[in-house]
């Protein structure tokens, strides 16, 4: 099967990870963007099991990735339910889970500088409806890691975070921006922390909205004639 025009060799082999080189291309913006990549890429565990089985000559599976995002969504129930104010272990727990998510949206936003055809930069994927699935998976682990920081800071919340039941509460309704004000943060960090949640939010609408749109196909039913 020939590659489009652009497309490398990985994205032929079956993988969306690898390093993007860094260039200049006249914008300080897309730069950053290409660093920023490139550090969470080296962070994440599937990178360099993908290396491992490219290495081995191995064909890689997108299965191996789902359980992957499965297991970090259960470690992060599991967080919320062992987890208690202060805990700087779990806390560091979910912030690495937290890159892992980002790193995913990051290269939805950095693809397109490396993928190019005829009609300009595209976002590969393998199947519309398992990324659908997988970016509202994304959006679980996102808000779950929000909670467990929660949880972390809860009696800096007013009234005080105490179980991981109003901390996923809380987390959502931040995450959706519905903001019902039953739960003030208090301190400097957790409204740091609110903010950054939004931001997120943000990020994901402006980058996994659209792609969203764009792979969902929709076609009119005919009316049947006598």
């Known amino acids: 099967m020939d590659n489009k025009p652009g497309q490398s060799e990985d994205n032929e082999w079956g993988t969306e990870w690898g390093i993007v080189p860094l260039k200049w291309q006249g914008s300080i913006v897309l730069l950053l963007a290409r660093i920023l990549n490139d550090i969470l890429l080296c962070l994440s565990v599937m990178t360099w099991l993908w290396y491992v089985h490219r290495w081995l000559n191995r064909k890689w599976r997108l299965w191996i990735v789902e359980v992957?995002?499965?297991?970090?969504?259960?470690?992060?129930?599991?967080?919320?339910?062992?987890?208690?104010?202060?805990?700087?272990?779990?806390?560091?727990?979910?912030?690495y889970i937290l890159l892992d998510a980002l790193g995913a949206t990051v290269r939805d936003i950095v693809g397109p500088l490396s993928r190019r055809d005829a009609d300009g930069g595209y976002v590969l994927i393998y199947d519309g409806v398992r990324w659908l699935l997988m970016a509202a998976i994304n959006v679980i682990q996102v808000v779950l890691c929000f909670a467990v920081f929660a949880l972390h800071y809860g009696k800096d919340f007013k009234p005080a975070i105490l179980d991981s039941v109003t901390a996923i509460y809380f987390s959502a309704v931040t995450f959706l921006t519905l903001g019902y004000g039953?739960?003030?943060?208090?301190?400097?960090?957790?409204?740091?922390?609110?903010?950054?949640?939004?931001?997120?939010?943000?990020?994901?609408?402006?980058?996994?909205?659209?792609?969203?749109?764009?792979?969902?196909?929709?076609?009119?039913?005919?009316?049947a004639t006598n």
């Open 68 to 95: 992957w995002v499965l297991c970090l969504v259960a470690v992060l129930f599991l967080c919320l339910v062992v987890g208690y104010h202060g805990n700087i272990v779990i806390w560091w727990v979910a912030f």
């Open 182 to 223: 039953d739960v003030v943060p208090r301190s400097p960090q957790t409204k740091a922390l609110v903010v950054w949640e939004l931001l997120t939010f943000l990020v994901f609408l402006v980058v996994k909205l659209p792609i969203a749109v764009s792979v969902i196909r929709v076609k009119e039913r005919q009316r």
